[in-house]
């Protein structure tokens, strides 16, 4: 018999359509289940929602994912599990059912409605990517994300930083560059997301804090960059970094 076939007829071109059903979401149990094996029991698991077009609501989600989290929290009690905000793909059918500010917002509600106890990794640069190229982006565009975003910050436990450069052709290339070289030199426009970053954070809560950038030269701008805003990190030698 053929070990997991919901989760491996559940693709469009070799894309995976994560979240397709309940049977897909025991099935991703028993898939984390075998890869862990004897191993101890994971710190976090980290999620990616699904796509509109077999799953265009967020109560829809919600219904398949309790599958998931109610037989996961039975195995792993101590595990936190975190849902990541999405924007590009090269599935050709749908979009990310949670891709913008509002999108994340949207589905602290829900989840909240429904008593689920899944958290939210914030990957800023995906949240500005969906409203539109970084350098057409105003002030006021980045102003609105955070305000929008502050109420629901209780359910942000983790966030994905990363920058953006250029290369010789002039297109941008994702996780290869600092703050500096995302904003492209505007240092107001840097300063207004790095204030913004800091009010929606600064709530006495530890976070983790997954630099997603290519370069050991850039990971210590963005912190430097980060300290110099009044962001502090804890650490444990073989744990965790928080923020």
């Known amino acids: 018999m053929q070990k997991f076939p919901a989760i491996k007829t559940a693709n469009i071109d070799g894309v995976p359509q994560l979240w397709r059903n309940p049977m897909w979401a025991e099935e991703f149990v028993d898939f984390i289940q075998a890869i862990i094996g004897e191993n101890e029991a994971p710190l976090l698991i980290e999620i990616h929602p699904p796509f509109r077009d077999y799953c265009p609501s967020l109560e ?6 309790r599958v998931f989290e109610e037989r996961i929290s039975a195995v792993y009690p101590k595990t936190e599990i975190l849902i990541e905000n999405r924007f590009g793909t090269t599935y050709k059918k ?7 500010y509002q999108d994340v917002v949207d589905l602290v509600s829900e989840l909240e409605g429904h008593g689920l106890r899944l958290q939210i990794v914030l ?7 969906q409203m ?10 980045i102003e609105a994300m955070f ?4 109420p629901c910050r209780a359910k942000i436990r983790s966030i994905h930083l990363w920058g953006k450069r250029r290369n010789n052709k002039g ?8 703050l500096d070289t995302y904003f492209e030199g505007n240092h107001g426009m840097k300063e207004c997301f790095l204030t913004g970053l800091f009010d929606l954070l600064n709530d006495d809560r530890p976070r983790y804090f997954v630099p997603e950038v290519n370069s050991n030269q850039d990971v210590a701008a963005i912190v430097t960059d980060l300290l110099s805003f009044g962001f502090t990190f804890q650490t444990s030698v073989g744990q965790r970094g928080d923020i």
């Open 171 to 178: 297109r941008w290339c994702a996780h290869a560059g600092n």
């Open 60 to 65: 829809e989600f919600c219904s398949v994912y």
């Open 123 to 129: 990957d800023v640069p995906q949240l500005i990517s």
């Open 132 to 141: 539109g190229d970084v350098s057409r982006i105003s002030s006021r565009q």
């Open 147 to 150: 305000s929008t975003l502050k």
């Open 94 to 100: 749908g979009k990310f059912l949670v891709s913008s």
